[in-house]
Every structure is written in C-alpha cells, then in structure tokens.
C-alpha cells in the first residue's frame, strides 16, 4: 500500500500489531521481523525491587500481553507522500487495522527534595575560594520535547509525597497551593523551573524535610495531535 508521513518531525511508529507474523519494508528499507507473540500470562511480580541479583523473571511486565505491536520507522526514510509499505505475511492477520502514529514524551515527572543542591548555574564563588550555596533554593525542572509544550500538571505535591512516575501520592504533610502555583508556572511553556522552598508554597509541616513531586503532560505545540493515520 502507499501512505502519506505523518506531519512534523516527531518519531513516527507503524502498529501491526494486528498482523501475524512476517517482514515489513517501507521504501524498500526493511523495518525487520514483526511476531505478534502473546507473552505468558503468568509470571508477572506485583511488585518490582531491582537491587540484587539479577534474573531473567525480575521485574517482568506485561504478562498476556504482545511482546510488541508497534514498529520504528525512521523519518529518513519517508518522503511527504507516496511512501510505499510492503509486507511479507506467513501466518495471516487483518492488514485493514495497521496504522501510523508519531511518538513524543506525553507525561514527564520529576521529584526535588529541599535538601538537595542548587543547579550549577546558581552556584557563585567567593573572593575566598569557597562556593555559596547555603542561601539557595534547589529547583525541580520540568522539560518536553522540542515542539511541544507541557499542557496539563496532572500531580503536584509539596511536602512528604510517596510513589514514583505515574504513581505519585499525597502524603500527611502537603501544601494545598501546591498546584495552581505549579499550573501557575508551567502550562503553555516547553520547559519551566520552580524552587524548592517554603518561600514558594509555604511550609506545611515544621521541622521536616519535605520533596516537590510533580507531574506532567506535553502535547504537540499546536494544540492539536497529528491524527492517526489509517493504512
């Protein structure tokens, strides 16, 4: 079949996820072998520690789940049109359902304890040699990629917040300012930095060392997503 790229510049992937088994060539290039191999439904952890030694069952994922359905296609290859999609099928599969998708970075975290440093560039050296770094707050930096802007603060916390990237909770101490002051600071922009520090949100709870977790989504920067596009 022929198909049109994706406008832009971001990362585009193909989904044949639908298909069975066999090679796919996109311009005579060879994306290489697609398998839509199911993986075991068991052996998954519910709960994952990387520390230790290692083993090829630590910290699976996505059990029951195909090893992979979706397909790098490097820009180089592709022209504005008439992009031609080759595949050589040996199982069978329903061809009508491949489609294309650019991929970016939709959701970035970051999470800044206030006893951290300062960034490098706040740093100032006295006449004595020594480095001033007492009197200045860390920040916490949040950055999309390049054309797109952070859109949405899905968390926000000052305070003690538990959890990792995507899993981020409320702890007890919390500051309730924490994200229209985020919100605040970083929707509309393609990267933002705030201070870690009771001069910004407050202190919520005295005589602790409190961390700033925030979440975030990034879209493309005009507003609108490239649609995906059907084979």
């Known amino acids: ?30 994306i290489g072998r697609y398998w839509s191999l199911v993986a075991p439904e068991s052996g998954c952890p519910t709960s994952c520690n990387y520390p230790g030694a290692y083993s090829e069952s630590k910290c699976q994922s996505n059990c029951g789940m195909p090893t992979q359905s979706w397909y790098h296609i490097p820009r180089e290859w592709l022209q504005e049109s008439d992009n031609l999609l080759v595949l050589f099928e040996e199982t069978g599969g329903d061809p009508s359902k491949i489609s294309l998708e650019v991929q970016y970075t939709k959701t970035i975290c970051s999470r800044i304890s206030e006893s951290y440093y300062p960034p490098l560039s706040a740093w100032s050296r006295l006449t004595s040699g020594r480095v001033l770094v007492d ?6 930096r949040l950055r999309c990629d390049d054309g797109h802007l952070i859109t949405k603060i899905t968390f926000a916390s000052y305070g003690t917040p538990s959890g990792g990237c995507q899993n981020f909770s409320e702890g007890k101490c919390h500051a309730s300012s924490t994200l229209a002051l985020v919100s605040e600071a970083c929707v509309g922009n393609n990267e933002c930095a705030i201070s870690v520090s009771n001069d910004v949100f407050g202190d919520p709870c005295r005589r602790v060392v409190k961390d700033l977790a925030v979440e975030a989504e990034c879209s493309p920067s005009s507003a609108t997503k490239e649609p995906r596009a059907e084979m």
Do not use: C
């Open 1 to 30: 079949t022929m198909f049109d790229a994706p406008k832009g510049t971001d990362p585009v992937a193909i989904y044949l996820g639908s298909m069975g088994k066999g090679q796919a060539w996109v311009n005579g290039n060879l």
């Open 135 to 140: 009197t200045i707050a860390p920040e916490l």
